[in-house]
């Protein structure tokens, strides 16, 4: 305490994040603890990665400018409403540091995605956690309610991390509508290419009707590539240029950068991909429910089983039947959806495990 070295208090706080469990390098167990993606990277892709190992000895270009210039083109916005850094948790780090001040309150859904208390705490901010519906469900309504004078962001995680459902379109409008123009409304859009149901967010939309929206996507999770950290921000080029301000320096390495033009080449190889990955969803959340589950609405990679105060001796025993998934303790399991084999023994491991409806 009295260390002349102690970190902000803030720091001493602060959870640790929990990374999802990785098996023993000899271990051969399913891996459905961080919402990866199942399927090895496309040859084109490891080829491009393969070719730019020659440039290892140089810096990358410090803005990301030729993967920028893509993703403006596939976002129908200009090359300066894009940032790029490593990987979007970075880049929502960046957002909070470049428009937070100490004592600024951040509204976010909770249970949502764990880096979020960290990075609002780290920033010196205040985060602001609205309960989570029933189903597992952001409660918009009460986000927006939540918002005070001191408000500075409002982040809606969607589909939500660990939980699964995703906001619909009209009421996030209506988010937007009942929220001032002062606060940032964040939409972490992690998983999106993942989201199947009606009404499905339109972030274009959102993005052109509304100054103070920031959307965050990442190559982590539908295009596979979590390993090179590559995330990025669109937003208006004001906003834009204040989070590349705070943005750190070179943070898209070179084999990131290459990586990720690589996987926009693919784009349509890598969404059937992303297809096979739904329909393996679809059927593991319909084999959950069909055993009395009660699981909520999955529009991510990922299945929540809310088992309550078994959750850590289930995580435990599905460790010994060789799957990792991700315990929240007191809470649920959040498993991802493998492939197809891993997806059977979840679903058997499920069938022998009490219900806790
Ligand atoms: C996985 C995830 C991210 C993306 O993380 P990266 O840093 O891009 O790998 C962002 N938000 C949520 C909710 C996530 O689950």
């Not at 300066?80 to 909070?96: D, F, I, K, P, Q």
């Amino acid at each position: 305490m009295t260390s002349p070295l102690a970190p902000r208090a803030v720091v001493r706080r602060i959870p640790a994040y929990v990374p999802g469990a990785r098996a023993a390098v000899d271990q051969r167990a399913h891996k459905l603890s961080s919402n990866e993606n199942p399927f090895p990277p496309l040859p084109s892709v490891r080829d491009a990665v393969a070719e730019a190992a020659v440039q290892l000895n140089r810096y990358p270009d410090m803005f990301a400018t030729e993967l920028g210039e893509a993703l403006a083109a596939r976002h129908g916005v200009e090359p300066a409403a894009v940032v790029a850094g490593c990987g979007s948790v970075a880049v929502l780090g960046h957002v909070l540091q470049a428009f937070c001040d100490a004592g600024d309150e951040v509204v976010h859904a909770w249970r949502s995605f764990e880096a979020y208390p960290i990075l609002v705490g780290l920033q010196g901010a205040v985060g602001v956690e609205v309960p989570l519906t029933a189903d597992g469900r952001h409660d918009l309504g009460a986000m927006a309610a939540a918002v005070t004078e001191r408000t500075r962001a409002l982040l809606v995680c969607s589909p939500n991390n660990p939980t699964g459902p995703a906001v619909r379109h009209a009421e996030l409008v209506e988010l937007l509508a009942a929220v001032p123009e002062r606060v940032l409304v964040v939409l972490d859009e992690a998983y999106v290419e993942f989201v199947r149901h009606d009404g499905a967010v339109d972030s274009a939309a959102v993005l052109a009707a509304h100054p103070n929206v920031v959307v965050l996507r990442t190559f982590s999770k539908a295009y596979g590539l979590a390993a090179l950290r590559v995330g990025y921000a669109v937003a208006r080029p004001a906003i834009a240029s204040a989070i590349r301000t705070a943005s750190t320096p070179f943070g898209v390495n070179h084999l990131a950068q290459v990586a990720a033009l690589a996987s926009l080449r693919a784009e349509d190889e890598l969404m059937e991909r992303v297809d096979a990955v739904v329909a393996e969803r679809d059927r593991l959340l319909a084999g959950l429910r069909a055993q009395g589950w009660s699981v909520p609405d999955a529009q991510g990679n990922f299945v929540w089983l809310p088992a309550g105060p078994r959750t850590v001796d289930l995580a435990a025993d599905a460790v010994k039947h060789g799957v990792l998934v991700r315990p929240f303790a007191g809470e649920g399991l959040r498993i991802t959806v493998g492939d197809a084999e891993a997806n059977a023994r979840v679903l058997e491991l499920a069938e022998s495990w009490p219900r806790t409806a």
